[in-house]
Nanobody, 120 residues
Framework: QVQLVESGGGLVQPGGSLRLSCAAS????????MGWYRQAPGKQRELVAN???????NYADSVKGRFTIARDNTKNTVYLQMNSLKPEDTAVYYC??????????????WGQGTQVTVSP
C-alpha cells in the first residue's frame, strides 16, 4: 500500500509565496518521477512541474521562472516552491509519483489534493 500526503496549501495574496510538500509512504522499493499537477474549476488537470529521480526538471510555460520543484530521495518527498503567485494559479494541486513497491510496479499514484487560492 502506498500513500501520497500533501501539505502546504492555503490562501495567499497575489505576489505571495507558498511551499507545497508531498511525502510518499508505504511499501516503497523505489520512487521514480515525481510531479505536481493542478486543476482549476471547470478546467482539465494540467502538469505544473515534474522531476525525475535524476535529471532535468520540467515546467509548464505558465510557471517557469516562478515555481521550483525539488525532491529529497531519502525522504521520498517532493516540494513545490511557488513564488510571485497570480490569481490564475488558483487550483487544487495534486502530487503524482511513479512508484515501484516490493511486489509490483512501477505504478502511478496520486495525492488527495491541496487547495491553493490566490486572492487579494
Amino acid at each position: 500500500q502506498v500513500q501520497l500526503v500533501e501539505s502546504g496549501g492555503g490562501l495567499v495574496q497575489p505576489g505571495g509565496s507558498l511551499r507545497l510538500s508531498c511525502a510518499a509512504s508505504g511499501s516503497i522499493f523505489r520512487v521514480y518521477v515525481m510531479g505536481w499537477y493542478r486543476q482549476a474549476p471547470g478546467k482539465q488537470r494540467e502538469l505544473v512541474a515534474n522531476i525525475p529521480r535524476e535529471g532535468r526538471t520540467n515546467y509548464a510555460d505558465s510557471v517557469k521562472g516562478r515555481f521550483t520543484i525539488a525532491r529529497d530521495n531519502t525522504k521520498n518527498t517532493v516540494y513545490l516552491q511557488m513564488n510571485s503567485l497570480k490569481p490564475e494559479d488558483t487550483a487544487v494541486y495534486y502530487c503524482n509519483a511513479a512508484i515501484r513497491t516490493f511486489t509490483s510496479g512501477p505504478n502511478y499514484y496520486w495525492g488527495q489534493g491541496t487547495q491553493v487560492t490566490v486572492s487579494p
